[in-house]
Nanobody, 115 residues
Framework: QVQLVESGGGLVQPGGSLRLSCAASGFSFSIYVMSWYRQAPGKEREMVALISDGGITNYVASVKGRFTISRDNAKNTVYLQMNSLKPEDTAIYYC?????????WGQGTQVTVSS
């Protein structure tokens, strides 16, 4: 079955960096769009970044220039490099794909940006 497992979250000071990873299994990873979403307390879940099967990327305006999404098809893994982190980036970050007409989500990883 489709599985997405995120890792790499944690506590970081403002201005710091983290790299999130999402290990995928159970589907043909290389041919699907992969996305990162986040949900802050009391807010709706929002898309942060996505990467197409061909490597085309898109970002929400608030993270452009600070976050970079990438994928390694040989490892069935998608990454989110987060630099210049701000307190407002604090959220649970989720990996998502839509495969076989169904949305699949990981369990999420907590990112907390605080001094």
């Amino acid at each position: 079955q489709v599985q997405l497992v995120e890792s790499g979250g944690g506590l970081v000071q403002p201005g710091g960096s983290l790299r999130l990873s999402c290990a995928a299994s159970g589907f043909s990873f290389s041919i699907y769009v992969m996305s990162w979403y986040r949900q802050a307390p009391g807010k709706e879940r929002e898309m942060v970044a996505l990467i197409s099967d061909g490597g085309i990327t898109n970002y929400v305006a608030s993270v452009k220039g600070r976050f970079t999404i990438s994928r390694d098809n040989a490892k069935n893994t998608v990454y989110l490099q987060m630099n210049s982190l701000k307190p407002e980036d604090t959220a649970i970050y989720y990996c998502k794909t839509r495969a076989y007409g169904v949305d699949y989500w990981g369990q999420g990883t907590q990112v907390t940006v605080s001094s």
